[in-house]
């Protein structure tokens, strides 16, 4: 009997220490994954933290290049393109030189008609676009406002060029020196207007 007694003891002396060996591993455990449960909200929210972070960052920085990429005239006033005068008085300067090495040159100077009107007509042209080429910088680096008062002198110049050339045509209206005058005119007047928006507009 006492032998059963003794077995029976242990016996529950087993049971009662391997049921309490199970609750301790399920109470570790169970603190095991609250724990990376509580964790693991904290990480996600930091990362989110670093992520908005760095997206304002971004945002930031793009504005900034926005901005940059805006023109001039739209952050400061910009009146007048710094460094480009001395170049482009010297483009104007080879534009004379260039015309006057052109044969017809000569017999334009001698008052040939025909010679004066091919000369005259190509010098017209050659400043005419030296003249598009200057106002589409102006255009591209001045403030509004300024473009907006260039734009409207422009305007006015362009009506005083043609009512000059028209005037010295009419005055030979019906000869041969009818077209002559006219090409004459607007030469000087365009040549004249492209050094006038270099002086006014660039400086060195």
Not at 68 to 79: C, I, L, W
Request: glycine share 4%; with cysteine; hydrophobic share 30%.
């Amino acid at each position: 009997m006492k032998k059963r007694k003794k077995m029976m003891a242990a016996a529950l002396l087993a049971v009662l220490f391997i049921t309490l060996s199970a609750c301790s591993g399920s109470t570790d455990n169970t603190a095991s994954n609250q724990s990376d449960s509580e964790n693991k909200p904290e990480s996600t929210a930091a990362s989110d933290s670093h992520v908005k972070a760095d997206q304002t960052t971004e945002s930031v920085e793009t504005a900034t290049q926005d901005s940059r990429k805006e023109s001039p005239g739209q952050d400061q006033s910009v009146t007048k393109i710094e460094g480009r005068k001395t170049e482009f008085v010297e483009k104007l300067d080879n534009i004379q030189k260039e015309l006057d090495a052109m044969p017809e040159k000569k017999d334009s100077d001698k008052g040939v008609t025909n010679a004066m009107k091919s000369y005259y007509g190509v010098s017209y042209e050659k400043y005419d676009d030296a003249l598009n080429e200057i106002y589409a910088l102006l255009k591209k680096e001045l403030s509004k406002d300024v473009m907006k008062e260039l734009k409207a002198e422009q305007l006015k110049w362009i009506e005083q060029k043609e009512e000059k050339a028209e005037k010295e045509r009419l005055k030979y209206e019906g000869g041969t020196f009818e077209n002559v005058a006219w090409y004459i005119s607007l030469y000087k007047s365009t040549k004249d207007r492209c050094y006038e928006l270099v002086n006014e507009y660039m400086t060195d």
